[in-house]
């Protein structure tokens, strides 16, 4: 990847600011828009049945976020994701606590058989995803990235699609190579919904970037390690970091991706 691909990935995103569709939680619902608004994207939040298909035509890319299940809402997601899968539309797969219960795990192989563009989890939502592992606390990370590295090879590989793996380390993968990203900011897990937010904000990025879902999941990514990088450097707790997020986040510019890249993201074969 030539470093300063990562920055032109942002300048397609603020070029034509892509309608993100998305089928999300209800905690993540605010913070999500903003997020997406705050890189130029536009947002919007619909789970009813009679309208996501209809809507996931319209739209540049889909994010779906499985956080609070219900069947009317596993059923609008079905409906998107045949859709998206249908129509060529690009759409994110976010797994959250998918470990937790049959439930999820059901859920998830269903969404599976649609083919996403990206996986964006925690460790142990990608362990539990590729079957490695059956158990996870909640949303909260409990495997260290670089144990689960050979599920999100395997993952990626058997689903043709990037696996993006979240932690205190980044890693992104389309089963043959993988990118590692560092930077972001110990308060970021203390802020609710943030992975939530970067999976529609993966979204938005592959959909700016066609063609190229792996470049475009890591300046996606990269761009969140950043903005996260900035805000702690300022924030004196929780509720000024998330403020000083979303303005480091509007403030990213494609040059300052591309030099925070060729310090921190890192390829391996």
């Known amino acids: ?36 608004l705050a890189a130029e994207a536009s947002p919007a939040m619909l789970h009813a049945t009679q309208e996501v298909a209809e ?26 994701t045949h859709t998206a899968d249908t129509h060529a539309t690009p759409w994110v797969l976010d797994p959250v ?19 996403p563009s990206v996986i964006r989890g925690n460790a142990s939502e990608i362990l539990a995803l590729n079957g490695l592992a059956h158990q996870g ?30 932690g205190e380390r980044d890693l992104v993968t389309d089963g043959h190579q993988y990118y590692t990203i560092n ?5 970021m897990p203390r802020v609710t919904t943030l992975g939530c937010a970067l999976s529609a904000l993966v979204a938005a990025f592959v959909a700016a970037t066609p063609g190229k879902p792996l470049l475009a999941t890591s300046a996606a990514v990269a761009s969140f390690a950043l903005a996260g990088q900035r805000a702690g450097a300022t924030a004196a707790g929780p509720g ?16 300052d991706l591309s030099h925070f890249a060729q310090h921190e993201v890192t390829h391996a074969a």
Request: with cysteine; hydrophobic share 45%.
């Open 1 to 36: 990847m030539t470093q300063p691909s990562i920055g032109s990935c942002l300048s397609s995103l603020r070029e034509s600011t892509p309608l993100i569709h998305c089928i999300t939680n209800y905690v993540a619902m605010n913070s999500t828009a903003n997020v997406l």
């Open 55 to 80: 809507f996931t035509q319209l739209a540049d890319a889909l994010s779906v976020n499985i956080g609070t299940l219900s069947p009317p809402w596993v059923e609008a997601m079905q409906l998107a």
């Open 97 to 115: 606590a998918v470990g937790a219960t049959r439930y999820r795990q059901t859920v998830c192989a269903d969404l599976l058989a649609h083919r």
């Open 137 to 166: 606390r909640g949303v909260d990370a409990t495997a260290a990235t670089e144990d689960a590295l050979a599920a999100a090879m395997a993952l990626a590989e058997q689903h043709r699609c990037v696996v993006a793996m979240t």
């Open 183 to 187: 930077g972001g900011h110990p308060l």
């Open 240 to 255: 000024s970091f998330y403020v000083a997020f979303l303005d480091a986040l509007y403030q990213l510019t494609p040059d």
